[in-house]
């Protein structure tokens, strides 16, 4: 998993041969960007799912609790968790490549 790749990167010595590390570095970046657009596509599919949802409810004098949206509402509070955990890792990440490159 690329938050795995990540942490293994920002625990890593110093290495002797900078430039595959930092080529390893780009590569991981690039991915881990990759895959927190992916997880934004899917909090997006999700919020709309979610507003679908409550658009067809009934209206009602007293709120009814829907499995669906009961759901949808957990898996968008892991995809958020998720997201929040992926950018703090890319900037540390991001910044471990500065140092390295200025060093």
Request: charge should be negative; glycine fraction near 2%.
């Amino acid at each position: 998993m690329v938050a795995d790749d990540i942490r293994d990167l920002l625990t890593a010595p110093k290495p002797v041969v900078q430039k595959s590390f930092l080529e390893r570095l780009d590569t991981t970046l690039t991915d881990g960007y990759a895959h927190a657009l992916q997880l934004e596509a899917e909090r997006w599919r999700i919020e709309r799912r979610i507003a679908e949802v409550v658009a067809a409810l009934p209206a009602q004098s007293e709120p009814t609790h829907d499995p669906e949206l009961a759901a949808l509402s957990e898996r968008l509070g892991s995809v958020n968790e998720s997201i929040h955990a992926l950018r703090a890792l890319l900037t540390s990440l991001r910044e471990r490549r500065s140092e390295l490159r200025a060093a």
